[in-house]
């Protein structure tokens, strides 16, 4: 597996969304280092930015468990 192969392969483990894979792709053939770093980063800020609102989500159901517990 060549290196672009495995840079998609990995986004897309990931969950990074398909336009920045192929953002991430372009850079990555023109040799922009620092564009493709900053590019991973903005998609692991979007993962965060997720999780987050999963966690927030989380929060809402234990919140409405424990209400309905104490009944």
Do not use: V, Y
């Not at 040799?31 to 979007?46: M, N």
């Amino acid at each position: 597996m060549d290196e672009r192969t495995s840079l998609r392969q990995s986004m897309e483990d990931a969950g990074c969304a398909e336009s920045s894979i192929a953002r991430a792709e372009a850079l990555f053939t023109a040799g922009e280092r620092e564009g493709l770093i900053a590019c991973l980063r903005r998609c692991r800020s979007e993962q965060l930015d997720l999780l987050h609102e999963k966690q927030r989500q989380l929060d809402r159901l234990d919140l409405l468990i424990r209400r309905t517990q104490q009944g």
